[in-house]
């Protein structure tokens, strides 16, 4: 069964077709990874997919409904979490308010409520379990923007998946990172999207890899091939446009 379907996609700005029929089909709890060039259109996709943008045509369902242009807001509590190529925490906020924000969240407690949350001990508890499950209990009192880089990514990936959406949607999420990061960012991932549907843009064709069930290259904005992590590798097409460029 599909949880994410886009027909006949297209997006442009003021005139410049950055997306041209993109039809793309993702199966309930598989990890499926969109690669391609620079430019290729996959960031764009992505915000069509989460309603920052609206497609120029084209339709976007999710979960069997129809979804085109909903807004971020309303994508989030149909069940579709995201992070950004670009860190987006609270920097000033501790790893574990950052966490407890999201969970408060999933739970549908409102900003009014604030005051009276370090009451809620249940609330307390599960915020905690997330940040021993991501290796950031001992950085639980450290506001985000002080911690290292690699582990700054990993809230950041938590809190896209501590809201426990139905899809999530991973934009580079190993960008930057050193090897050491990266690898522990995959086990991560790995683990936190055990038995969950992910989409996944990334540029490390070794992440792409091991973690990915399914792929789909996109070049100049469109599909040029969709398949099993095997199968791609030896597409000659995706050879030519993509991957033999990476090997040279």
């Excluded at 309930?28 to 960031?43: D, F, L, M, Q, S």
């Excluded at 997919?49 to 807001?73: C, D, M, N, Q, W």
């Excluded at 995201?82 to 609270?90: G, I, N, P």
């Excluded at 190993?174 to 989409?199: F, N, P, Q």
Aim: charged share 25%; no cysteine.
């Amino acid at each position: 069964m599909n949880i994410l379907e886009t027909k006949g996609l297209y997006h442009d700005f003021k005139g410049l077709e950055v997306l041209f029929d993109v039809n793309l089909e993702v199966k309930e709890k598989e990890r499926h990874a969109i690669i391609g060039p620079n430019g290729a259109g996959k960031t764009t996709l992505f915000n069509v997919i989460t309603g920052t943008y609206h497609p120029s045509r084209g339709l976007v369902f999710f979960k069997g409904k129809e979804v085109t242009g909903a807004r971020p807001h309303k994508m989030a509590r149909l069940g579709m979490g995201r992070s950004f190529q670009l860190t987006s925490t609270f920097s000033r906020l501790t790893a574990f308010q950052n966490i407890r924000l999201a969970v408060l969240s999933k739970k549908g407690i409102r900003f009014h409520l604030f005051n009276k949350v370090d009451k809620m001990q249940d609330i307390t508890q599960e915020t905690d379990e997330i940040l021993k499950r991501i290796n950031l209990d001992r950085e639980r009192n450290l506001p985000a923007g002080m911690l290292s880089y690699g582990k700054h990514r990993a809230l950041e990936i938590s809190l896209a998946l501590a809201t426990d959406p139905d899809l999530v949607m991973l934009d580079e999420p190993t960008a930057g990172m050193s090897r050491d990061e990266t690898h522990y960012a995959v086990e991560l991932i790995r683990r936190l999207t055990e038995g969950k549907t992910a989409v996944i843009i990334e540029h490390d064709m070794d992440v792409v890899f091991s973690l990915a069930d399914r792929i789909t290259v996109l070049h100049y904005g469109q599909i040029l091939a969709t398949g099993p992590p095997g199968e791609i590798k030896e597409n000659q097409a995706v050879k030519d446009a993509y991957l033999g460029e990476l090997e040279t």
